[in-house]
Each structure stands twice: as structure tokens, then as C-alpha cells.
């Protein structure tokens, strides 16, 4: 087995350990030691892949969001690429609502936003290809739609997830559709 394949392996014994640890307690009671014992890991090899526990856990999210991302590019439209976004946050709410618990909204805000810029801006890309509209116009559409969303999934996971992912989905699509057409169509005319 190559070393890479190794390293790729030993992160993701980490991760899973990390998770299984954030689905019973906060993330600040969670110790490098416990992670370590529990994958019967040295302490000088998680070091060698991560400067610390935040590390781990940002590489944790990052790599997930990479598998949603390329499943989404199968995607034709963009409720079906956040509905996996969605489905991911709802088969991992203890980890997410341990992550927002212990370390605050805005940790959680910056890892899903990696996920869900670049979902947003391949969907307004797509609707801007026949279009005049500027590209900085175009990067702030992508960027105000991908920050409501985020908003949207913060709300939804602390309040309970009281609507299934397909429900949010359902509500995504009253308040967004359109939306980012007449933007664009507006940026042409400007």
C-alpha cells in the first residue's frame, strides 16, 4: 500500500473517532489522548497529519463536503445538490450540534460555506451563461444566496430540524425561486 493511501487512511481512523467522540459530549471535553487510545494510534502520528484536535475536525468536515461536492455535480439542479448538504447535516446532528455547540456558530458558518459556495456558484454560473450579467455581480449573488443558506442551516439545526430535508427544501425553493434569475437579469441592464 502506498503512503499516501496510508496517511488517507490513518486521517480518516481519526475522523471517525472524533465523530463517534462528538456524538456523546462537547468538543472541548474531547482529548487528543482519547482519540488516540481509541484508534490505538500514536501520539506522534496524529501530529504528524494534524497540528490539533480543530485541525482534525476542520479536515473531518472538509473531506466529507468533498464527497457532497462531487456527488452534486451529478446534479442538474441546485435543490438537489443542498438537499445532500441537507441530508448530510441531518445524519450528522449530533456532531454538527456539537460543533455548534462548543465552538460557536461561526467555526460551523466557515466549514459549511466551503460546502456550499461552490454548490451555490456552479448553479449561478449555469443561469448567468446566457446572460450579459457582470462577473462581480455574479460573485455577489453566489455569495449572498450561499450565506442565506447557511443561515437556513443554522436555523433549522438549532432549532431542532423540526422539517425533514426535503420540507427545508421545499422552503428554500419558495423564498429562492427566481430570485437569482431577476438578479441576474438585473445586472445585465446595470
Known amino acids: 500500500m502506498k503512503k499516501d493511501e496510508i496517511s488517507l487512511q490513518t486521517k480518516r481512523l481519526l475522523a471517525v473517532s472524533l465523530k463517534k467522540f462528538m456524538a456523546k459530549k462537547p468538543f472541548d471535553k474531547i482529548t487528543v489522548s482519547e482519540i488516540l487510545a481509541d ?40 435543490d438537489e445538490g443542498l438537499l445532500l448538504m441537507l441530508r448530510y447535516i441531518k445524519d450528522n446532528e449530533k456532531v454538527c450540534l456539537c460543533a455548534y455547540n462548543s465552538l460557536g456558530w461561526r467555526v460551523l458558518e466557515r466549514l459549511f460555506s466551503k460546502d456550499t459556495i461552490p454548490l451555490m456558484r456552479q448553479f449561478v454560473e449555469q443561469l448567468a451563461v446566457n446572460t450579459s450579467a457582470k462577473p462581480d455581480h455574479i460573485a455577489f449573488i453566489t455569495e449572498f444566496y450561499a450565506t442565506a443558506l447557511v443561515g437556513c442551516y443554522a436555523k433549522w439545526l438549532s432549532g431542532g430540524m423540526k422539517q425533514t430535508p426535503e420540507e427545508m427544501i421545499d422552503l428554500i425553493y419558495i423564498a429562492m425561486y427566481g430570485g437569482i434569475e431577476v438578479a441576474l437579469e438585473r445586472s445585465a441592464k446595470s
Open 39 to 78: 484508534c490505538e494510534i500514536a501520539r506522534p502520528t496524529f501530529y504528524y497529519h494534524f497540528q490539533d484536535i480543530y485541525a482534525l475536525l476542520e479536515w473531518t468536515f472538509d473531506t466529507e463536503a468533498i464527497e457532497l461536492l462531487k456527488k452534486s455535480k451529478d446534479y442538474m439542479t441546485w
